[in-house]
């Protein structure tokens, strides 16, 4: 499975983003998605996950700021994110799991496929 990222950037406190992934190759192998965020000296961490069923789930530091779609036709997945801190900038990374993987396992371990990453900063 190949990820490609799209839509990340420079923007002020209080602006919106919004981060798109498009998969291809083995598609049919693909279960549940995410979004992850590596800031400068930290660990990769979880920001959303959502099954190929639509079921959504987010990390606490998200606060209600964020939200995670995908569209199973087109094969993309989409991360729209407003109301942005300065605490936000990292470099953005779409993640897709085989079936079966599932979200509290997206959350605890690394793994599946990624995408070359997107940077996003906020700042004014």
């Known amino acids: 499975v190949q990820l490609a990222e799209y839509g990340g950037g420079l923007v002020q406190p209080g602006g919106s983003l919004r981060l798109s992934c498009e998969a291809s190759?083995?598609?049919?192998?693909?279960?549940?998605m995410g979004w992850y965020r590596q800031a400068p000296g930290k660990q990769r961490e979880l920001v959303a996950a959502?099954?190929?069923?639509?079921?959504?789930d987010y990390a606490d530091f998200v606060e209600g700021r964020f939200t995670i779609s995908r569209d199973n036709r087109k094969n993309s997945l989409f991360l729209q994110m407003d109301f942005l801190k300065p605490e936000d900038t990292a470099v953005y990374y779409c993640?897709?799991?085989?079936?079966?993987?599932?979200?509290?396992?997206?959350?605890?371990?690394?793994?599946?496929?990624w995408g070359q990453g997107t940077q996003v900063t906020v700042s004014s």
């Open positions: 959502v099954t190929s069923g639509g079921t959504t």
């Open positions: 190759g083995n598609i049919f192998t693909i279960g549940a």
């Open positions: 993640n897709a799991r085989k079936r079966g993987i599932t979200i509290p396992t997206m959350r605890a371990r690394l793994g599946g496929s």
